[in-house]
C-alpha cells in the first residue's frame, strides 16, 4: 500500500509549515519582534504567513531571478519585507547571517533547530493515524535535508520510548 500525507496542502502551500509553526511559537514566546530567511519558495510563504499570524516582522531574502512573481506576491501578501539579491540562494546566506548577527534578527532557516522540533509532526500524526504503528518507508522531500533529519530524530524518539519506529527514510 501506498499512503500520501500532503502537507503542502494548507493555506501557505508550504511542505515547511509543521516546522515553522514550532519556529515562529518559540520566537513569539521567547520576545523576538524580528525573524528573516533566506527561500526560493517554501520557506518564505511558510514564515511570512505565521509571522503575520503572530505579529512578528518578518523578512525573506530571495535570489532573484530563482523565485515566480506569484511567490513574491505571496509573502508581500502576509506583510514580509521582501530582499531581492542578484545571484544564487547561496550568495543570500551572507545577508541573512548579518541581519541575525548584527541586528539580532531570528533565523527562519533549519538551521534554526525549532524547525526540526516541528517537522518531527510528520511521524507523530503518521504512527497516530496508523494505530501507532510505523510505515515501512518514509518518503520526504529533501530541500536542504531538514526534513529527512527531522524525521529520523522523532523514529529515534519513538523508539526510545518504546515503539518499534524502524521505519526507513528515502
Not at 501506498?2 to 502551500?13: A, D, Q, R, V, Y
Not at 521567547?30 to 528573516?36: L, P, W
Not at 523508539?159 to 521505519?167: E, I, M
Request: proline share 5%.
Amino acid at each position: 500500500d501506498l499512503w500520501l500525507m500532503l502537507e503542502g496542502k494548507s493555506p501557505t502551500g508550504s511542505f515547511k509549515d509543521f516546522g515553522m509553526t514550532v519556529l515562529v511559537s518559540v520566537a513569539k514566546a521567547a520576545g523576538i519582534k524580528q525573524v528573516a530567511c533566506i527561500s526560493t519558495g517554501d520557506t518564505s510563504a511558510s514564515l511570512a504567513a505565521y509571522c503575520a499570524a503572530a505579529g512578528l516582522d518578518c523578512i525573506v531574502i530571495l535570489p532573484s531571478g530563482q523565485v515566480t512573481p506569484e511567490q513574491i506576491l505571496q509573502v508581500k501578501m502576509f506583510g514580509a519585507k521582501v530582499i531581492l539579491v542578484p545571484g544564487s540562494f547561496d550568495d543570500c546566506i551572507p545577508i541573512l547571517t548579518g541581519l541575525v548577527s548584527d541586528y539580532g534578527v531570528y533565523p527562519g532557516n533549519s538551521l534554526n533547530p525549532a524547525r526540526i522540533e516541528g517537522h518531527q509532526a510528520t511521524v507523530f500524526l503518521a504512527a497516530k493515524f496508523f494505530g501507532w504503528e510505523f510505515p515501512e518507508w518514509f518518503i520526504v522531500p529533501v530541500g536542504n535535508g531538514s526534513n529527512c533529519s527531522s524525521i529520523g530524530k522523532a523514529l529515534r524518539l519513538m523508539k526510545s520510548q518504546g515503539f518499534n519506529a524502524s521505519s526507513r527514510i528515502l
